[in-house]
């Protein structure tokens, strides 16, 4: 079974810096798909950034992107210009690219943008 | 653009009543996932649906726990009886399989059980 880790349950950065959030993952899959969400205080899960695991080009969405290292079965994701708005809880989920296509979800990093 | 609709979007009530939680999937999509999220447990699958049809419901307590879709605009978790450690926030998902778009999550049900 696959499973993803998050091991920074907390971070916080100054308001404009950038921040890097940490994910590992375990599969013996090598078609799968890696996504960063968002999870507000409104609860929402919003979409932040996804990751085809065939391609070796890092996504990239305006002012976040991700560091995708398949051999290390590793997906980081990097805030840049931290704004306030991006406070929130952050997932990163797996989904197989065969199958049921069900997500995995880490445990979530809390991150704090201090003014 | 399109949604996913969840209703309650909070529910209070006492234990053993029975819960019933609702969900519109995106039109068109053939998929739909049941999350619950806990403090304890995070984000975990409880069940889904493919073109309506039951695939898998191994993450749900089987004896008070139940999903069904009985149409293609409409899911449905219930629990009876309902217990304290049933509290939650329960979501739902549809998407499109096979297919590289991702899921699209609807704003949860916040669960009390006292």
């Known amino acids: 079974a696959q499973t993803v880790t998050q091991s920074q349950p907390e971070m916080s950065v100054q308001e404009a810096e950038t921040v890097t959030l940490s994910c590992t993952y375990d599969t013996s899959e090598s078609d799968y798909y890696l996504f960063w969400y968002k999870q507000p205080p409104s609860r929402q899960m919003i979409l932040v950034i996804r990751q085809e695991a065939y391609k070796q080009q890092n996504a990239t969405e305006n002012r976040f992107s991700v560091n995708f290292q398949k051999a290390a079965k590793s997906f980081s994701l990097k805030i840049s210009d931290s704004q306030l708005g991006d406070a929130a809880m952050y997932f990163c989920?797996?989904?197989?690219?065969?199958?049921?296509?069900?997500?995995?979800f880490g445990q979530g990093t809390r991150l704090t943008i201090n003014p | 653009d399109a949604r996913v609709t969840q209703t309650p979007r909070h529910k209070v009530t006492e234990m053993g009543q029975e819960v019933t939680m609702r969900c519109q999937p995106i039109l068109g999509h053939n998929t739909v996932f049941w999350y619950r999220q806990t403090m304890m447990q995070g984000l975990e699958l409880l069940a889904y649906?493919?073109?309506?049809?039951?695939?898998?419901d191994s993450g749900m307590p089987k004896d008070r726990f139940s999903a069904e879709m009985p149409d293609a605009t409409l899911a449905t978790l219930k629990i009876q009886p309902s217990e304290p450690r049933d509290s939650a926030v329960y979501f739902c998902a549809s998407g499109l399989v096979p297919g590289n778009q991702p899921q699209h999550f609807g704003d949860g049900t916040r669960l009390s059980i006292l």
């Open positions: 989920a797996y989904r197989s690219a065969q199958g049921a296509q069900k997500l995995v």
């Open positions: 649906f493919r073109n309506r049809a039951p695939l898998d």
